[in-house]
């Protein structure tokens, strides 16, 4: 702690990532990137997650893919994507541009599936960490139970690891009874680090068809409405870990990534906020400095489970 | 290219039963660059609305640095930005997605433009843009009833211009198809912008003809950049059902027979 004098140091060294600063775009609501490079230099993250990638190209679901709901909103993209190769010829080329670390997204139906996704990224040398997405409810075909039995986690996070030099985040699902059960069975397995939380899984009508708004009836809800589940979270499964967490759900504004952190949180990903204000990212990583300053913090590694840590006093 | 920017209210006004006019002043105007393009208005800074609401361009000025919306107030989005007085700002993201095509030169040429609904706004600065380039235009529009008819008169005044009303309130009796079986109307282009089973029968008439349709689409959007994947479509002619173009990027408007119309 200090008097406020000194420049605020932002940055997080976490497995494959090393982040100038705890704040980068979540899976799926960032495409590759290339959108965003339009309108500001995607070097000013501390990271990139990038849109899962499937072993064959997906379409994904039928539209509408997406429904409002209070402070959040309902998505059943269903992993669109161009496949894995075609994202390490083009998409993985294309962010050679840029230094910043990049998260590869991984999702699959099969073990297989991932394994072979997994073996491929690994290749490329343009990732930095890979992110098991065990946890997406708008396929089908197996995706969700990786994501809520302990054990299937745990076997696939191994097989994952025994195929990959790189580190392994697993992003994990919201909709189980026990969130640290889980966790634990992945770290267990050699997880390198965990990503928390995915939607949650949702419905909302439309009375004038009288039938779910979206065609695949049910999406994952996001945004500010699913944040104190996230914190929640995080919380418990922080402190019953010893790897660290990517948290995200709901995050708008500096206060909110602070909270994450507080919870115990070691960096944060912004998901439906880019959709709101395509510059959210840039300006809570221009804003997190001043607002740690008025709280009187250094660094902000300091702020990491402070919520339930003993704070020893430097 | 796309801006956002806390554009000012010069005027709102309601021109029919839950459909307003409201005219926005600011630099992003300088970007517009076709009728069809629209923005994505956030409706709420501070609540719990997330999502911004695409609205396409009714007209623009460049000269004036003023564009006009129309649109109709019925969820909570939209009946948000419906409370909003001149004088006050609104976060505007835009001008986004790629507009109807005009040829430079039209001289003596038939466009013919038709529109349902909440599907007419855009067409207006369409319709005054292909008036410029020398065509001559003419309007077929459909509302549900005369409580919910607007800008009849300001068509009127750059071509001739039917209206059709489900109810028979204002107008022919019937829907935009009934006029069009009925005249034959001279046309050497075609632009839509409305209901789905409205645009579903402009194709049938005219994909396969030599008078080339050109038609605006609509889909629930959450980023309205391209990024999300909310709103794409598939290719009409795709045997591998994997390509697809995204309807806030790619479109809003769309060669007839392009896409498949979902
Ligand atoms: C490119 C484009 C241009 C448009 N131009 C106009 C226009 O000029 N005038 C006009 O009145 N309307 C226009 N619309 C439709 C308009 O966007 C929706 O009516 C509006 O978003 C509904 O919001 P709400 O708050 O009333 O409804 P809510 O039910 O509260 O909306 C909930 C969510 O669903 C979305 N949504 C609901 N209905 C539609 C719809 N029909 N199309 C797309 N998204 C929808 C909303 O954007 C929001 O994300 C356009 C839509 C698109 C995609
Ligand atoms: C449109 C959309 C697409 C998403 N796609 C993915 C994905 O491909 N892989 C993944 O792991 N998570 C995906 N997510 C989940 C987000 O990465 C994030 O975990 C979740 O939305 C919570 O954060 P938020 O509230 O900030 O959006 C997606 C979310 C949204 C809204
Ligand atoms: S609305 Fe996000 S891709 Fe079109």
Request: charge should be negative; hydrophobic fraction near 45%.
């Amino acid at each position: 702690m200090t008097d406020g004098n000194e420049a605020v140091d932002l940055s997080v060294d976490l497995p494959g990532l090393p982040m100038k600063n705890p704040i980068m775009p979540a899976s799926g609501c960032f495409a590759f990137g290339q959108e965003f490079a339009e309108l500001y230099d995607l070097d000013v993250l501390g990271a990139i997650a990038i849109k899962a990638a499937t072993r064959e190209p997906r379409f994904g679901n039928p539209t509408p893919r997406v429904a409002e709901t209070a402070a959040g909103m309902l998505n059943a993209i269903g992993l669109q994507n161009p496949g894995v190769e075609h994202i390490m010829k083009e998409e993985l080329r294309w962010l050679e541009h840029y230094q910043t670390p990049v998260l590869a997204n991984i999702a699959g139906s099969t073990v297989d599936d991932y394994l072979f996704v997994a073996e491929q990224l690994s290749l490329d040398p343009r990732v930095g960490a890979l992110e098991l997405n065990i946890s997406c409810p708008n396929v089908k075909e197996g995706g969700i139970a990786f994501g809520t039995v302990p054990d299937v986690a745990a076997e696939l996070t191994g097989k994952v690891k025994a195929v990959s030099h790189l580190p392994v985040y697993v992003k994990l699902s919201p909709n189980v009874s026990d969130i640290v059960e889980m966790a634990q069975a992945v770290e267990h397995a050699g997880a390198d680090g965990l990503s928390m939380v995915n939607t949650l899984l949702g419905m909302r009508m439309d009375l004038k068809t009288l039938t779910p708004i979206l065609a695949n009836k049910m999406g994952g809800l996001s945004g500010a409405a699913i944040k104190p589940v996230a914190i929640r979270m995080i919380y418990e499964v922080s402190q019953a870990v010893s790897i660290p967490i990517i948290g995200m759900g709901g995050i708008q504004s500096v206060d909110d990534c602070i909270e994450f952190l507080l919870a115990g949180a070691s960096a944060v990903a912004i998901g439906t906020a880019n959709f709101t204000d395509p510059w959210v990212c840039p300006n809570l990583i221009q804003a997190l400095p001043q607002r740690l300053k008025a709280m009187h913090v250094t660094h902000i590694q300091e702020l990491v489970g402070r919520s339930w840590k003993a704070w020893v006093t430097q | 290219m796309m801006q956002a920017e806390r554009m000012r209210i010069v005027s709102h006004k309601v021109l029919a039963q839950n459909i307003y006019e409201m005219t926005l002043e600011g630099e992003l105007v300088q970007h517009m660059s076709d009728p069809g393009q629209f923005v994505h208005l956030r409706v709420d800074e501070h609540g719990d609305t997330l999502l911004r609401r695409p609205i396409s361009l009714a007209d623009y000025d460049k000269e004036m640095r003023q564009c006009t919306l129309i649109y109709r107030a019925e969820g909570q989005g939209t009946a948000k930005l419906a409370a909003k007085r001149s004088g006050e700002g609104v976060d505007v993201l835009g001008p986004l997605g790629n507009g109807f095509p005009i040829p430079q030169d039209l001289a003596g040429e038939q466009a013919l433009v038709i529109g349902g609904g909440v599907g007419v706004p855009p067409l207006y600065n369409l319709s005054k843009q292909l008036q410029a380039c020398g065509a001559i235009v003419t309007h077929v529009l459909g509302f549900a009833s005369a409580d919910v008819a607007f800008y009849e008169d300001r068509f009127k005044q750059l071509g001739a211009t039917y209206v059709a009303t489900v109810d028979g309130s204002q107008g022919k009796q019937g829907f935009v198809t009934d006029i069009l079986s009925e005249r034959a109307i001279a046309a050497d282009r075609v632009y839509a912008c409305g209901p789905l089973p409205m645009l579903r029968a402009l194709e049938e008439r005219y994909v396969g003809s030599t008078i080339p349709l050109y038609i605006s689409l609509e889909q629930r959007m959450a980023c309205g950049i391209g990024a999300c994947m909310a709103c794409v479509c598939h290719l009409q002619e795709d045997p591998t059902g994997l390509r697809y173009k995204k309807i806030c990027r790619d479109g809003p408007v769309f060669k007839a027979g392009e896409v498949v119309l979902t």
